[in-house]
């Protein structure tokens, strides 16, 4: 959708973004199966195929929030707020949107693939903790003692992407509980030095974290799904 209003051709899926994707779209493919099959008296197959579409949903959501800030950063080439023109600032304004909205998002779809994982594997995390994130979801996993050969290797993917998710980790706290995340970078420059020029954050190294937080969701999205389907295969359920 935002590949048409700023001019560009459609996406084409490829790469970890493909596998992310098509992965679900199978997942969904087996769950409606099992519908036509047993009728879902309770609904929990109904419930899990809405929440994987949602979680396709939100990954073609993230993907291109991290391509329109991409877009918009390009023409971005002051090195200070105050250099800025009136149309730059409006370049950057929406940079900035975009930037946010993607960091914001990569937690979310986290979050919402832990309520999947907590429910497909029966972990009851709320029993630990009322409100849970993924990584509660990956620490009840590790308590549980279950789905081992899973939980390597989304534990390996944490690790391979900590560096890039803790920094997009702490810009969502500050955005979400303190203050506008380039807000506080400009805060402290001025700290720094009251009457000196703002100089710009990082842009390229912002957009690159959120680049390699997208591809952590998309590896942690295909693993997850990979075994599940792999594990219902196992027990017969195909398509």
């Known amino acids: 959708m935002l590949r048409i209003l700023l001019g560009e051709p459609p996406r084409i899926n490829e790469g970890l973004l493909e596998d992310a994707i098509e992965t679900m779209v199978k997942t ?3 769950l409606q199966k099992e519908i036509e099959k047993n009728q879902d008296p309770t609904h929990d ?3 899990l195929e809405i929440w994987t579409r949602g979680l396709i949903g939100s990954l073609d959501e993230l993907e291109q929030s991290w391509f329109a800030a991409c877009h ?3 023409s971005v080439k002051a090195g200070y707020v105050d250099d800025m023109s009136i149309q730059e600032q409006g370049e950057y304004a929406r940079y900035v949107y975009f930037y946010k909205d993607g960091f914001i ?3 979310s779809i986290l979050d919402k693939l832990g309520t999947v994982l907590n429910e497909l594997f029966d972990l009851n995390t709320s029993k630990v903790k009322t409100h849970y994130s993924y990584f509660t979801v990956l ?3 590790s308590y549980a003692k279950t789905h081992e050969e899973l939980v390597d290797k989304l534990e390996s993917i944490k690790e391979q992407y900590n560096s890039a998710v803790n920094a997009l980790r702490k810009r969502r706290n500050a955005e979400v509980h303190y203050m506008n995340s380039e807000m506080q970078d400009d805060l402290w ?5 009251l009457n000196d020029k703002v100089e710009l954050e990082d842009l390229d190294k912002h957009l690159d ?3 390699q937080g997208l591809d952590m969701v998309c590896k ?3 693993a997850s799904f990979h075994y599940t389907n792999d594990l219902w295969a196992k027990k017969g359920v195909s398509s």
């Open 189 to 193: 420059q001025r700290h720094q030095g």
């Open 105 to 107: 998002r990569v937690f």
């Open 220 to 222: 942690t999205l295909s």
């Open 45 to 47: 197959f109904r419930k």
């Open 28 to 30: 969904t493919q087996l």
């Open 209 to 211: 974290d959120l680049k």
């Open 72 to 74: 918009f950063r390009k």
């Open 139 to 141: 620490r009840q996993f």
